[in-house]
């Protein structure tokens, strides 16, 4: 995928790659350190100490183990699935603009818990979370369907527009089923926009084996990724099996956005601006992009967390909010900057 | 060519466009880069009916009136309809004697003047506004799937009146006011947002998914940070309908409707032309930029004003001249037949949201979409195929 050739990319040898990872991983961990000890309550590093070796049920080390760190925890694992199923549509789709939340994949999962929840009576993440996959897997199935109707196929123009229309028409079958059964409304609504404060310890547990499977997924279809990015037919001819390629992206891209969406809500533009600074900063080689991507989503997530959790003391501004707040100008940015049409 | 008349010699900007073979709305256009195909251009265009006085001519196609008039007849059926029907029914002549000021048994004259009139008057008023406003994006943007809703201006009105009730427990006309300066401060930071040297189609939707994305997470915010019983008012003012609508709310939405609905016919020339294509809209002698904003002036404060009164009524504004659009066929901008169309539309669906599961009202914005967005996924299939080939 071109950059524009404007600016030559910032870390251009191995080393430097591998420098810099390790560096953004130092700053993954401070993010985590903030995550836990910044709030409403305050935890000092020796009450973690004392949460972890010292157990003596004070309200902090109750505050420690299940709030501040599952929270933590949880926004790692959403941050890295994001950031990966970002890179993942992008490069399977060619698309700059694609993240889970504007190709409707997000509202898709969403409706999915939604039924799992109501008509299924299903209340455990490791529940519904199937019906999340369900739901993003049909909603995705759908925009791409409608989007590559017609000679040229899919352009991200048609594939934004297509999400959109996917995720307003997801999201008033939403709210109509919120209409009908106004307790559904009121669980809803707390969920309606990602937010991990709902993390706690069996969120937690129940969702990182299915990041863990879509990380893996994510991680075998690195290199087909880079060949697809040339198109095609030139993937075609270096001998890649594009459809199953293809197959084995959108399988993490809905193990992962799906998982995190049901877990704690649509998260929007994680998955669009990791990759693009990852992109930045390292080049389009997924072999790099990839882990890169994965950790600054995760300090996006996580700083995101913080900020929304320091600003309007004592109450909180959730993820999805922060995110979005940071991640449209970017997205805007970028519509500006490229010349779509060529895309 | 039937109705081919002179060009202007004086140099003037108001050409026949007839002699192009017909303007360039009902054409068949790629979706992404709105280019009409030659042969689109060429088709010659038969029995249009052009009025001339002086400089100013006017055209109209004989199908896009058949269709007005059919579909303004089908409103007015609806309204009659709606008239009658309801948990106090009424039969339809009394209606009808209400209506002309006949003196009518029982209580059939209050129902109907004081509670289903006006709310009938403001469902076909709502619903023309809206259909009109759609129906302006979709042809400056160059794209069926423009409308205000994706675009975002509902999702300001939407923020702004959820913030009025919120913050500030504001009065319904207090939180009417909300919406429409939301709608319109929203529409100007999109504009803003997406101009760069101007504004094209693809940039002006794509800023607006991105800022109604962020405005639709404040508003689920402003939902979570509130109590109980003012989520279920915002929730009830966020699922759109027309259960609340008076006569205090007919003078406004009527007038401002009219006078809009009057400019935006004005402005069809220019509308007309920009939709063909910047560069041929330029050498036609429009002033590009200036023209379009002017035309998405009309159009938000058409969906503004909507919005505010009746709350957000999805997918109206994106299917109606979509609808117009097919039953028109080979017509002409087929605004107004949009405007009856949606009229119908928000007409019918008041009817079934008051009566599919009566006792119980379900709101009218529910109705249009889960009904709506079925047929907007279809008209997305067939769009994005045809198209292309067009």
Not at chain 1, 253 to 263: H, Y
Request: no cysteine.
């Amino acid at each position: 995928m071109s950059t524009g050739g404007r600016s030559p990319t910032v870390l251009a040898t191995d080393r430097a790659r591998l420098l810099g990872l390790v560096g953004a991983l130092a700053l993954l961990g401070l993010a985590a350190g903030a995550s836990v000890l910044v709030g409403t309550v305050t935890v000092r590093p020796g009450d973690v100490w004392h949460a972890y070796r010292g157990w003596t049920g004070t309200d902090t080390d109750l505050v420690v183990v299940h709030l501040r760190v599952p929270r933590t925890i949880t926004g790692l694992l959403v941050g890295v699935a994001l950031g990966l199923a970002g890179t993942v549509i992008q490069g399977a789709t060619r698309n700059p603009l694609a993240d889970p939340s504007i190709l409707g994949i997000s509202a898709g999962a969403a409706l999915g818990s939604v039924t799992g929840i109501t008509v299924f009576g299903v209340t455990s993440l490791g529940g519904y979370v199937w019906f999340a996959f369900a739901g993003a897997a049909l909603a995705g199935i759908a925009v791409h369907v409608l989007a590559s109707a017609g000679r040229i196929g899919a352009t991200p123009v048609k594939l934004a527009l297509s999400g959109a229309a996917v995720s307003v028409f997801l999201g008033s079958v939403t709210a109509g089923a919120g209409i009908i059964d106004v307790d559904l409304h009121d669980r809803f609504r707390f969920w309606s926009v990602g937010s991990l404060g709902l993390a706690d310890r069996e969120v937690t547990t129940q969702l990182a084996p299915f990041v863990v499977a879509g990380v893996v997924l994510a991680v075998v279809s690195g290199r087909s990724l880079d060949a697809l990015a040339l198109g095609e037919d030139v993937a075609r001819s270096l001998g890649q099996r594009v459809a199953l390629a293809r197959t084995v992206a959108a399988t993490s891209v809905v193990l992962l956005a799906g998982a995190a969406t049901a877990a704690v809500g649509p998260v929007a533009f994680v998955g669009l601006t990791a990759p693009h600074a990852a992109r930045i900063l390292v080049g389009p080689g997924h072999r790099w992009v990839l882990p890169w991507a994965a950790v600054l989503a995760a300090v996006l997530v996580l700083g995101a967390d913080v900020v929304g959790r320091v600003v309007v003391q004592p109450r909180e501004l959730q993820v999805g909010l922060v995110t979005a707040a940071f991640g449209a100008p970017w997205f805007v940015a970028l519509v500006r900057r490229r010349r779509l049409a060529q895309l | 060519m039937r109705g081919a008349g002179h060009p202007e010699r004086d140099g003037s900007a108001s050409v026949d466009l007839s002699a192009l073979g017909g303007p360039g709305s009902q054409l068949r256009r790629d979706v992404v880069t709105g280019q009409p195909s030659p042969a689109a251009l060429a088709a010659a265009r038969s029995g249009a009916w052009v009025a001339r006085r002086g400089r100013a001519s006017w055209r109209a196609e004989p199908r896009s009136i058949v269709v007005t008039v059919v579909a303004g007849a089908l409103a007015v059926a609806g309204f009659v309809v709606s008239l009658a029907v309801g948990d106090y029914p009424i039969p339809v002549a009394h209606v009808v004697d209400a209506l002309l000021g006949r003196p009518v048994p029982g209580r059939s004259g209050y129902v109907v003047e004081e509670i289903r009139l006006p709310r009938g008057l403001v469902a076909m008023t709502s619903g023309a506004a809206l259909a009109l406003s759609g129906g302006i994006f979709q042809r400056v943007a160059r794209n069926p799937l423009a409308s205000p809703d994706i675009v975002g201006i509902t999702a300001g009105a939407s923020t702004a009146a959820v913030a009025v009730i919120v913050l500030w427990a504001g009065s319904s006309a207090a939180v009417a006011a909300g919406a429409l300066v939301g709608g319109a401060t929203t529409a100007l930071v999109i504009y803003l947002a997406a101009y760069r040297q101007g504004v094209t189609g693809y940039r002006l939707i794509l800023v607006g998914i991105a800022v109604g994305a962020v405005l639709t997470s404040v508003t689920s915010y402003l939902l979570v940070s509130a109590d109980l019983y003012t989520v279920q008012r915002a929730s009830a003012w966020l699922a759109g309908g027309l259960a609340g609508a008076g006569w205090d709310d007919v003078p406004v939405l009527v007038g401002a409707t009219a006078v809009l609905g009057a400019a935006a016919l004005l402005l069809s020339r220019q509308l007309r032309l920009l939709e063909l294509d910047d560069e041929l809209a330029a050498t036609l002698g429009v002033r590009v930029e200036p023209a379009r904003a002017a035309v998405l002036l009309v159009a938000v404060a058409l969906a503004a004003i909507a919005t505010s009164v009746v709350g957000p009524i999805t997918f109206v504004a994106l299917v109606a001249p979509q609808i117009a659009r097919r039953l028109v066929r080979e017509r002409a901008l087929a605004l107004v037949a949009s405007a009856a169309v949606g009229g119908v539309l928000v007409v019918a669906a008041d009817l079934v949201a008051r009566r599919a599961f009566a006792p119980t009202e379900l709101p009218a914005g529910i109705v249009t979409g889960v009904l709506g967005a079925p047929y907007l996924l279809v008209l997305l299939w067939r769009a994005n195929r045809v198209g292309a080939t067009g």
